[in-house]
């Protein structure tokens, strides 16, 4: 038995125009329940004619709009009035558009203003958040395999590690995995304290799969730096500016199993206040290499002539990268009951989806 039924009230979802959030709305919808979507401006078509679409094809289940931002206290209680869940896939998190300090600090309030509304509802039984990966991941040696004990800031003495609370104004990447780990602890216990509903996390690595609208095609995430190798860019450099060093271990997840997880983790019953779900390859085969991503890229899309890559001498990698971060979503398939997509099909539509959108 779920502990949520589409019978017991609507779900309402953050970030519901998001490249995450379409897709749960999506789930959501496909499963029969009514959705309430938060969205920050109801009237740009841009951001929100594909939920139309969505909702005027879910046969048995109805799509309402609401508007709301993260940073305005109460701005949910409209939105999550007589819901039986919550899922927080939206944040603030643009790219390089706010300072360390404020990526961390927005996360906290855009967290309090949620369970604010959560509370007020007396309704929501789960409340679904999405983290992430870097909630998790901390230095280890090479191959080290990643699982849900782990918490960034783990090991510090071992490695002298940067993931310290003191170097968070300092570096935005350790200022969003505090963030997000330090909010993940701050909602458990606000959920343990309140007793009427469960918050549960899920920490997703890097998502891929097909995009709903342009608007998903946000700069620096994962599935623009795909679209980039299936131009033929080496993947960190746009017009000529290198981005980020193209060399890396890819660990992909599927945007439409991510969202699946969401809606499975507030429907069961094996989860409960405090779980977290990493969201990442379910085996090694979604593990790659950028060699072996450009490698798998061009044979399911044979007529681009050519894919971005790295740097290569006689059919080998110039350089050596380290073999991290390893990681599966073995505790959400077995206790979510979640079926994942094989990474070919999830790279396929992640190009075709760039290619219906004129993009490719
Ligand atoms: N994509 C990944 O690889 C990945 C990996 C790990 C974790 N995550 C996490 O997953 C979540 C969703 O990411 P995504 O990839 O779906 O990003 P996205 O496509 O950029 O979606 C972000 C969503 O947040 C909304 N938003 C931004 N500022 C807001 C505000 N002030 N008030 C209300 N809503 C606001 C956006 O709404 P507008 O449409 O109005 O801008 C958008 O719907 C984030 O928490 C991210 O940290 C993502």
Redesign the pocket.
Known sequence: MSVITKNDGAVAV????????SRIVEDLLNKGYDVHA????VSNGK?VDHLIELGKTAPDSSLELFE????EKGSYDKAFFDCVAVIH?????GFNRETPQEVYDGCFTENEHVVESIKKSGSVKRFVF?????AVAHPRPEGYVFDEKDWCGDNVEAYKGAWTEENISKNRDIAYAMA?ANTEKMIYKIAESDGNFEAISIN????VGPLMTE??N?FF??QFFVWQLLQGNNFGVLDGKQLRGDRMLWNLVDVRDVAKAHVLAAESKNATNGSRYILSATDTSGEMFTWQLQTKLQELFPEIKEIGGEGMKNGKPEKSTYDSPRSYCLKAINELGLSTYSIEDTLKQTGESYRRMGLL
């Not at 938060?38 to 401006?41: K, L, P």
């Not at 997703?204 to 998502?207: A, F, N, Q, R, S």
């Open positions: 953050t970030g519901a125009s998001g490249y995450i959030g938060c969205v920050r401006d951001k709301g931002d993260l940073f896939a939206g944040a603030t998190v999405t983290s992430s990966f870097a997000k997703p690595l890097h998502v608007n998903h946000q995430s994962w």
